[in-house]
């Protein structure tokens, strides 16, 4: 009669790399602005005057007072460095922030943890550029057409949901960098002990 043996336990280090959910919050956030920014710079409503919607790319004008609208023309460059300004500072921060989930979304996937670290530092730091744009831009436009006002033949005007929009996305995009600054030095590397028993042969009868 032969009986199950086993030789000594070897002791093995495992591995596991655990994402943290505040940087798969923090991509989602980021994924957000970026479709308001899109929102907000493809709008015609940064500001509503008198029967006309204005935005960064055209200006549209009703055709009588039950709101039909007739064309939208587009802004004349020349007159308003400023708007061009806006608009400049509005696609740079567009791009950075599409940049910025597209490096943490490498970070998520890769499987190398030093790397990580890189990655969403990298992220951060992009995101952080984007929000700066924005919210220069988003200062500009009310500035400089406070400015102009008076030279509008305007009576009524008031900011459109495009320009609340923009700020809603300046939000998600200054959380996003947050919650990557935040946590940026968790440890994402867990090390587990795991003891392996091996089965020696039986021993063949005679």
Request: aromatic residues 12%.
């Amino acid at each position: 009669m032969t009986r199950n043996s086993y030789s000594a336990p070897i002791v093995a280090i495992e591995t596991v790399i655990a994402v943290r959910p505040s940087r798969v919050i923090a991509v989602l956030c980021g994924c957000i602005s970026i479709m308001l920014l899109m929102l907000s710079i493809a709008a015609t409503t940064w500001l509503e005057a008198d029967g006309r919607r204005e935005g960064l790319w055209e200006l549209c004008k009703w055709r009588d007072s039950k709101g039909v609208e007739v064309d939208c023309e587009k802004n004349n460059p020349k007159s308003k460095a400023w708007l061009d300004a806006c608009r400049s500072l509005c696609l740079l921060a567009l791009f950075s922030a599409l940049i910025s989930v597209i490096i943490a979304c490498v970070g998520l996937k890769t499987e190398n943890f030093q790397w990580k670290y890189h990655y969403y530092k990298a992220s951060m730091v992009i995101m952080f550029i984007a929000v700066t744009f924005e919210v220069i831009a988003l200062i500009i436009f009310p500035v400089k057409f406070l400015e102009e006002v008076d030279e509008r033949p305007y009576k009524k005007w008031e900011f459109g949901w495009a320009y609340g929009i923009g700020w809603g996305s300046a939000i998600f995009m200054f959380g996003c960098a947050i919650l990557l600054l935040l946590d940026r030095d968790s440890e994402e590397v867990v090390y587990r002990e795991k003891t392996i028993y091996q089965r020696e042969p039986e021993p063949e009868e005679i």
